[in-house]
């Protein structure tokens, strides 16, 4: 047997159970069954006893001996029903699948291990299909003192395969496996790390001799599983830095410097400095940027973005600037006009909405090398977008931009351009540490100065009349407000009827003509959208209220209230994102969570974060703690979510040795040529891992 062959020749598996395993669990091979492993241990050596057990458990192990077994038959079903007692009491057993091969097995003089959750049945104890077994080894075969316990789907159940099919396959296997497979980890790491071995850790997670054995045995299981990520991700970094082709930006010029001169509307923040700096370092190499660039709402990465697009322009190149929503890019390419003003840069904006003939015209310039920088969506990617010569690809807010849309870019230049993936969604540091090993990362980590922390405050319908007090009077000194309703589906009648009943009691509280309103949401056209927008970001009008469109990137530094209804129905990113709408001026700026008198105790800490603190990394840290890895933002695309064995909160301190541990692997032998890496190189070879950092972006 190799750890390859084919589940199907398990004892006991045979063609349909083997199908079974491969379209619930995934289980092809004997490798994949050993790394299938069980959530629970069932301690055999704690036998309770039937006059005093604790009803409460989940799972209890009797053992004693069966007597009295009956069939009994009622309509069209037949049960099977024993009585087992040991030396305290008695319960009863009952059946109702697998009569006959039970009527085989149970015999009245053998001491058996019966084990499951009894439940209360007229005034006696059962089990209902307990899991039972010899208690005293037969011939040649042993008792182990742990039962493994495994995940199982109810499809499977349903089809015959429990947790105790599983567990008898893994005992089989077990039994057949060579003493020693081949090890995986280098010896250096094992001894280092004080791991187990690999061979005993995989006995050891299916039936350890002791609980501190299967503790043992975990660890070294997470260990191996970061430590592979690690490689895999950090051999791509070094692999594309050491062989990747980039353009070389060596020049920075006329555009950079006349912008800094001339145009620059404010001092740059050290952040931006510093990572304006990063960035122009990375550019000169000749090796192809991939970077993200994290910072906080209004840290001010559109700056950051525009005066490295200006380094790619003085270097001879065109840069585009691509953006998740038609709002924003429309935003972008205002604030590039504005800041670009007297200088002799060509920018110009594709989106949708464009009349095709201004479409062909822009695509016709831009291939001709007449637009310098492109902003835009999606539309950027399409394969009719061709640039003359495409050095510097920014994207912003890249949550919403799919890995294989990220990837077309790739084909756009015969050199493939670099890359600036910037994010106000701060990423907790593990998460950072994994999810973008392969990636170098730039942080903005202050904010512009005079910035106020924005004062947040929970409030329910009880404290509206208040509110709307307070609207007025933010009102009146000439400040304006977003009101913000939630969006779970755009296409949903409910969420439209929402935000509509929220304008129109909007409406009667703040009359016209002394108030303007403008309400935007997901099903209003493009151009509607836009001119709502507008008359608000003039100040025609003081209250926006809209869906989640407004979430990303809109800009109205005089903007200083966001009210957020429902607000308990918002993940804790999207209400930080929604809160960074505000506070960008220097006026003190607020931010009511609205929500029902009831609330989930999660939904409590969420709205309980957001009154205490304003540190993205905080509430990025809080969030991974409330929801788990799972349900984060971008992690879909991300090998993180596949973790078998370790979780990236829980094992914090192992993700961070493991990080380390590849790194200085990596650094004193980049391409795993010493002879006690060769298993590790083999590693990188069977996954393909070195084939593709290409794609990666
Ligand atoms: P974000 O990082 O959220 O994209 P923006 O780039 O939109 O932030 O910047 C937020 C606001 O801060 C903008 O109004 C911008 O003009 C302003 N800003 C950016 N950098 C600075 C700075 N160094 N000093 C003062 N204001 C700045
Ligand atoms: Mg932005």
Not at 78 to 96: H, I, K, Y
Not at 102 to 109: A, G, V
Not at 242 to 252: A, D, L, M, P, T
Request: with cysteine; aromatic share 8%; net charge neutral.
């Amino acid at each position: 047997m190799t750890i390859d062959t084919n589940i199907i020749y398990l004892k006991g598996v045979g063609p349909q159970r083997a199908d079974i395993l491969a379209k619930e669990y995934d289980i092809h091979t004997y490798g994949d069954l050993l790394h299938y492993f069980p959530f629970r241990m069932i301690d055999r050596s704690h036998v309770s006893t039937l006059d005093n057990f604790n009803p409460e458990e989940p799972y209890l192990v009797f053992r004693g001996h069966i007597s009295e077994l009956h069939t009994i038959t009622t309509g069209h079903s037949t049960r099977l029903e024993a009585t087992f007692s040991d030396n305290t009491g008695t319960m009863s057993l009952v059946w109702f699948q697998g009569l006959k091969w039970l009527k085989e097995f149970l015999r009245s003089n053998v001491l058996y291990n019966v084990m499951g959750k009894p439940t209360l049945y007229g005034s006696t104890y059962q089990i209902a299909h307990p899991d039972i077994e010899i208690a005293t080894p037969e011939e040649g075969k042993t008792v182990h003192p742990f039962l493994p316990v495994y995940r199982t789907t109810e499809k499977s159940k349903s089809r015959g395969i429990t947790s105790r099919n599983i567990a008898r396959y893994t005992e089989t296997l077990l039994s057949q496996m060579p003493p020693r497979l081949p090890e995986t980890l280098p010896q250096t790491v094992i001894s280092k790390y004080k791991l187990m071995d690999g061979t005993t850790a995989l006995r050891n997670m299916h039936y350890p001799p002791t609980l501190q054995a299967w503790q043992q045995a975990m660890f070294r299981e997470k260990f191996e599983e970061l430590f592979f990520h690690q490689l895999e991700y950090q051999y791509s970094r070094t692999a594309r830095r050491n062989h990747s082709v980039g353009n070389v930006f060596n020049i920075v010029g006329r555009h950079f410097n006349d912008f800094y001169r001339n145009n620059l509307p404010f001092a740059l923040t050290n952040a931006q400095k510093r990572v304006i700096k990063e960035i122009r370092a990375d550019m000169r190499t000749g090796r192809q940027m991939n970077r993200l660039l994290q910072g906080d709402v209004g840290s001010g990465k559109t700056l950051v973005a525009l005066l490295t697009m200006l380094i790619a322009l003085d270097n001879g190149f065109q840069a585009c600037l691509m953006a998740p929503t038609e709002i924003l890019a429309s935003q972008h390419f205002a604030s590039f006009q504005k800041l670009l003003q007297g200088l002799d840069i060509r920018v110009d904006l594709l989106v949708g909405a464009l009349k095709p003939s201004q479409k062909k015209s822009i695509k016709q310039r831009l291939a001709n090398g007449d637009i310098d920088i492109l902003i835009g969506t999606h539309a950027l990617i399409e394969d009719s977008v061709q640039f003359k010569q495409l050095g510097y690809v920014v994207i912003d807010e890249q949550h919403r931009f799919g890995v294989e849309q990220r990837a077309k870019l790739w084909k756009k230049s015969a050199t493939p351009p670099h890359i600036l993936v910037m994010t106000a969604t701060p990423i907790p540091r593990t998460l950072a540490m994994t999810l973008y090993a392969d990636l170098e990362c730039s942080v903005i980590d202050e904010l512009p100065p005079g910035r106020r922390p924005v004062i947040t405050t929970h409030g329910t319908d009880t404290n509206r009349l208040r509110l709307f007090e307070f609207m007025k009077q933010q009102i009146a000194a000439g400040r304006q407000i977003y009101v913000v309703y939630p969006l779970i589906n755009e296409s949903e009648t409910l969420d439209l009827k929402d935000i509509m009943d929220g304008y129109e009691s909007i409406s009667r509280s703040f009359p016209q003509p002394q108030y303007q309103i403008s309400i935007v949401h997901g099903q209003m056209p493009a151009e509607a959208k836009a001119y709502e927008m507008d008359r608000f970001k003039r100040g025609e009008t003081q209250i926006m209220v809209s869906t989640t469109v407004i979430e990303v990137g809109v800009d109205v530094p005089n903007a200083t209230v966001m009210v957020i209804e429902n607000a308990e129905r918002f993940g804790l990113s999207q209400l930080h994102q929604l809160r960074g709408r505000v506070g960008r001026g220097g006026s003190q700026s607020y931010c009511i969570l609205m929500t029902k008198e009831e609330l989930s105790h999660n939904s409590q800490q969420r709205i309980q974060t957001m009154c205490s603190t304003t540190d993205g990394f905080a509430i990025a840290e809080a969030d991974l703690r409330l929801r788990g890895p799972g349900d984060l933002q971008g992690l879909q695309q991300s090998g993180m979510l596949n973790l078998k064995v370790a979780d990236i909160v829980d094992d914090e301190p192992l993700v961070r040795a493991t990080r380390d541990e590849v790194h200085d692997l990596l650094d004193a032998d980049p391409d795993l040529k010493r002879p006690e890496n060769r298993i590790l190189q083999q590693y990188i070879k069977q996954t393909g891992s070195s084939q593709q950092w290409g794609k990666i972006s």
